[in-house]
């Protein structure tokens, strides 16, 4: 490919992104649509303000790019979340340490590559793009001191600009356990692997076994239910309320009653009613045998302390490690109940499909993978395949082919994808919402990393040389010469799936069109769910990370990359502000648990980086620059071993110290009482209505915020689902 390929491409993405920035910034004043750039919440203010026309509806403008600018992090703490500021604080680590490659590479790295052989150059828009990357630079020259100094200030500037980041976090992370008000999930603990007695039911074992064992710190439990017989049971004691309503005056009644059996209410609360309504008490008696026999091996158990329950939520239990295996348990919100059922014993075999079944989809997408790179290589396949050679004469169709259409066909190959990756992810059996996104997460950035980067990279060197496995020992070699051979196709990539997919991203075609087909083509105006969705971090980090991932191993090799990453980087940090400031709706979090696949990402692209530019090095004979990496390697390894002993331990578990200094706070201030009392209507399993369960639950300041603008749009699927 030469440069006038990469700028067709270039331009092709420019003026797709212009379109779609302009459509936004029209769109979004237009009333109708407020539901879907604004959140529920909005949508009902801005409804009120009425339709009237005005002509400034249709002028685009930049109004929403200087209030994404102005947000502050509080601003983004207050809306999207802890989870929120560690996504747009990677961004800005991305911006930070390419600019500084940039700089360097840029300055001193590319005019040693553009002049790093004797040749004849060409006009520079004809110029081949090899003449811009390593592969120029002839071999034993001792111009590449230069790369390899390059190389060690984007390390040692992105270990430093790391430390930095993991020190801000980490105290967010703190002050997000101490800064809010009691969080019922500090007190619980989610016992699974109960085992089972002819005698007593899991309730009875929960009660017995931590009243022996906790005996000083044990407050009480909450069994979990399987799904189906309870909601019939739910509606039956609806109708009961009902009854017992028309007989009852008492106002303490109605209360207790309001409080069931399966949201923290006690087992026996049936029995404050009057000898007066004795079919009613057979019939809440029945229905606590029911419940008896639908009871999970599962329990979600209270402490006094917080303490006390992050030792039981730590320590082992039995014996038998199958059984009382204890877990901290998520926030109410987060609890993910579906998979609170599936018995313990089976997690392992879950676990160990899903890889299988992960696996297996990485090894199907070599297919796609080695059709984009036939596209990129279309003087081998016109050899191969001769008739295709009439079809591939002109100029301009081969540079649209080979400059636009890869990344394009691979960009619609991987929206499968994720979806793919969330199934396997629910599955594998995680107990909270936040979790099954990590888990998804973590498994599209492998996806990622080995399908788009060492797929594209081994596939095109299959397709250029049929014997990439002649010497299949020399794994480094091999990848040292496919790496910068790969470099147009990810200029290409970062233009098609970086800055259009950010354009896309603004302006929620999915969530646009759903809008319309309710509002004018059903003529239904009221629909909560339309337009309104959480932050999906398991699709846009890893997202994030790969193009750091690119950005890394070719900042050396290929700084000429470096700029369309910078500003994909500086778009983003735009975008995504403004999404989460006013489009997505957040109603759990992990509390920047999302930070340590960051860090993870960052370090393996530094390694693999400085492996390559090993490799390279010795192919260029340069056994100086190739020997003076080792050390680098070795000390980035170091690195990441003082950060996992000194920051991860914090983003894995809560603090005793913290959660002690809490509990000893509370205790001075009469509170812990009070917070017993919430514990037992903390965690509701089921609801008769949609909007039961936000009542249920004492919610922190950050969840009473986000319960104003929606409910869990997870959650109201799940229902609509039902209702059908």
């Known amino acids: 490919m030469d440069i006038s390929s990469l700028l067709t491409s270039a331009g092709i993405n420019i003026a797709f992104c212009a379109v779609f920035i302009s459509l936004y910034s029209v769109l979004r004043k237009q009333p109708s649509n407020s539901s ?411 996806f990622f990393i080995w399908n788009i980067f060492f797929g594209n990279v081994l596939s095109g060197r299959v397709i250029e040389r049929l014997s990439v496995f002649s010497r299949p020992g020399d794994v480094t070699a091999l990848l040292a010469t496919a790496v910068p051979a790969q470099t147009t196709f990810f200029m290409t990539y970062v233009l098609t799936s970086g800055w259009a997919s950010l354009s896309s991203e603004l302006m929620q075609p999915y969530a646009l069109l759903s809008n319309f087909c309710y509002k004018f083509i059903l003529r239904y105006n009221d629909d909560p769910s339309c337009g309104v969705y959480s932050f999906p971090y398991h699709t846009e980090l890893p997202r994030v990370l790969l193009f750091g991932f690119i950005g890394f191993v070719y900042s050396v090799m290929a700084p000429l990359i470096l700029p369309f990453l910078l500003v994909y980087f500086f778009l983003a940090n735009l975008v995504y502000r403004n999404q989460i400031l006013n489009v997505y709706v957040t109603k759990y979090q992990s509390g920047g648990r999302f930070w340590p696949i960051v860090h993870n990402s960052t370090i393996c692209s530094l390694v693999m980086t400085q492996i390559l530019s090993m490799g390279v090095f010795g192919l260029k004979k340069s056994t100086v620059a190739s020997g003076f990496t080792i050390p680098l390697i070795i000390l980035t390894l170091l690195y990441n071993e003082f950060c996992r002993q000194r920051f991860i331990p914090v983003f894995k578990d809560h603090p005793a110290q913290v959660l002690i200094d809490m509990d000893q706070k509370d205790a001075q201030c009469g509170m812990l009482e009070e917070i017993h009392e919430q514990l037992r209507s903390a965690y509701c399993q089921f609801a008769s209505t949609p909007n039961e369960l936000d009542k249920s639950v004492p919610l922190n300041h950050f969840e009473e915020g986000q319960r104003a603008i929606l409910q869990d749009p997870e959650d109201m699927m799940s229902r609509n689902k039902s209702r059908r």
């Open 36 to 446: 879907v750039y604004f959140g529920q919440r909005l949508a009902q203010l801005r409804s009120k303000e009425g339709d009237g026309f005005t002509f400034d509806r249709l002028i685009p403008s930049a109004n929403w790019i200087i209030k994404a600018w102005k947000a502050s992090d509080e601003e983004i703490l207050a809306c999207g979340g802890l989870d929120a500021v560690v996504f747009l604080r990677t961004i800005v680590f991305s911006i930070r340490i390419f600019s500084v490659a940039a700089t360097i590479c840029i300055l001193l790295v590319l005019p040693l590559n553009y002049f790093g052989k004797e040749m004849q150059h060409h006009h520079i828009p004809s110029e081949s793009l090899d003449v811009f990357t390593i592969v120029n630079v002839k071999e034993r020259s001792q111009w590449l001191w230069a790369h390899c100094l390059a190389l060690y200030i984007i390390s040692f500037s992105a270990c430093l600009l790391l430390y930095f980041e993991h020190k801000n976090i980490t105290k967010m992370r703190l002050v997000h356990i101490t800064g809010f008000s009691p969080s019922p999930s500090h007190f619980t603990v989610l016992v699974r692997g109960i085992p089972w007695t002819p005698k007593d039911s899991y309730s009875d074992s929960v009660r017995n076994f931590f009243g022996k064992y906790y005996a000083s710190s044990y407050l009480s439990h909450q069994m979990v239910y399987r799904s189906g017989i309870v909601q019939q049971l739910m509606r039956d004691a609806s109708k009961i309320y009902e009854m017992i309503s028309l007989n009852s005056t008492e106002p303490h009644c109605r209360s207790n009653l309001l409080r069931c059996c399966l949201c923290g209410g006690k087992t026996h609360s049936f029995k404050i009613l009057s000898n007066e309504s004795e079919s009613i008490r057979q019939r809440s008696d029945s229905i606590d045998s029911d419940l008896r026999e639908k009871e999970c091996a599962a329990a979600l158990v209270f402490f006094r302390t917080r303490y006390a329950a992050l030792v039981a939520s730590r320590v082992l239990q039995s014996s038998n490690p199958m059984h009382w295996v204890t877990d901290r348990a998520p926030g109410p919100l987060d609890v993910y109940w579906k998979n609170l059922c599936i018995p313990y014993k089976q997690l392992w075999i879950r676990k160990l499909a899903t890889r299988i079944a992960s696996i297996v989809l990485t090894l199907l997408f070599i297919g796609p993978v080695g059709f984009v790179q036939g596209l990129l290589h279309l003087e081998g396949l016109q050899k191969r395949f001769p008739f295709l050679r009439g079809d591939l004469k002109n100029k301009y169709i081969i540079r649209v082919v080979t400059g636009y259409l890869p990344s394009v066909v691979l960009m619609i190959f991987l929206y499968a994808v994720p979806p793919a990756m969330m199934l396997f992810s629910t599955i594998e059996g995680p107990i909270s919402r936040s979790d099954r996104k990590r888990s998804a997460c973590t498994k599209i950035l492998y």
